[in-house]
């Protein structure tokens, strides 16, 4: 297993050992501090079954020293020290790191938000955090949590969750990631189940069945436009500075993000940067993610309207699928081959 998957299954432990076992002080709302400090205690007693070779490595909740020093960050806006004191923290709500150690032996940094508390500026502020902690103190993993409280506690755990990144391009390889196990899991079939082997970029994924079949695909996202676009790659990054498209009516929906569909296709078809690979595995598949609120099985349709009585006509892909969320589940759907 990947080391980064394994400290995600670490969190989600932790995380439901806190929701199973203090459901009551998550229920009647109790502050954050005392609530990030039970997390602690499971990931500190979890640790070592993910983990044993992190032996000398502690859970420290609000940890204000970087080594013997105080622990202060230049990629914020403001020089953050640590006698700063006041309610709201501007140093990690939990870390696990080697105490008393440089910034090499800082492992995980969780900033922690409680699920009423997570309009879009405080989300977006613990984010522009966690990258700041991740560059100027070379934390290697850096993850923003939600804490379940009040009627919230039912949520799945997979959902309370994500994951911070240094910059743009790890975010969008470890999306492609998610993707590729995503539809390796769908290919698989139970005389044949698939994995990702590499990701080589291009193309974005290598799968590999256990049965020594091999494909490779390629991922590309889909929006209406440019300004959603760039919207949501800020959102997820948290950068310096969120972004916001222009206000506006949306006019014809389905067929906006039909016809960026059309030109994700096209776009991707006849790329010669998968000579490589295609002639070392054969033609591949290229897969369109689609993240769009106002995605129906209407527009699916629109789509496949588009791709009606047509032939892939590609040097590199055999099929074209789009993964996209009609009601309420992700599904991969065949619109070309």
Not at 182 to 206: G, H, L, R, W
């Amino acid at each position: 297993m990947e080391e980064n998957e394994k400290v995600k299954q670490l969190i989600e432990k932790s995380l439901s050992r806190l929701i199973t076992e203090d459901r009551h002080i998550l229920q009647v709302n109790i502050n954050e501090r005392s609530l990030t400090h039970r997390l602690a205690v499971y990931l500190e007693q979890e640790l070592k079954n993910f983990f044993p070779k992190l032996d000398g490595f502690s859970v420290d909740c609000e940890y204000n020293r970087d080594g013997e020093l105080p622990k202060k960050l230049i990629t914020t806006i403001a020089e953050i020290e640590s006698n700063n004191t006041e309610a709201v923290t501007v140093y990690p709500d939990i870390i696990i790191h080697k105490r008393g150690s440089a910034s090499d032996s800082n492992f995980l940094v969780i900033e922690a938000k409680k699920s009423n508390n997570t309009g879009s500026d405080a989300v977006f502020e613990d984010k522009r955090k966690l990258r700041a902690y991740q560059i100027d103190l070379n934390y290697k993993y850096a993850y923003f949590v939600i804490l379940p409280v009040g009627n919230h506690a039912d949520i799945p755990v997979s959902n309370l969750l994500m994951q911070n990144f240094r910059n743009i391009q790890e975010l969008k390889r470890a999306h492609e990631l998610a993707v590729a196990k995503d539809f390796a899991k769908f290919i698989s079939k139970p005389t044949s189940s698939y994995s990702v082997i590499e990701t080589p970029d291009p193309p974005d994924a290598i799968l590999k069945a256990n049965s020594g079949e091999q494909v490779w695909v390629e991922i590309t996202d889909v929006f209406r436009n440019e300004e959603e676009a760039k919207e949501a790659y800020s959102w997820a990054f948290g950068g310096d500075v969120i972004y916001k498209h222009p206000p506006g009516v949306i006019f014809e929906p389905d067929k906006a993000i039909s016809y960026s569909t059309v030109e994700g296709v096209e776009r991707k078809l006849n790329k010669n940067s998968y000579k490589n690979a295609l002639n070392k595995y054969g033609k591949g598949m290229l897969i369109l993610w689609i993240d769009d609120p106002l995605f129906t099985p209407r527009t699916l349709d629109r789509i496949k309207k588009n791709f009606y009585n047509k032939s892939l006509s590609s040097d590199y892909f055999r099929e074209v699928y789009i993964y996209c969320c009609i009601d309420m589940r992700r599904v991969f759907t065949k619109i070309l081959e």
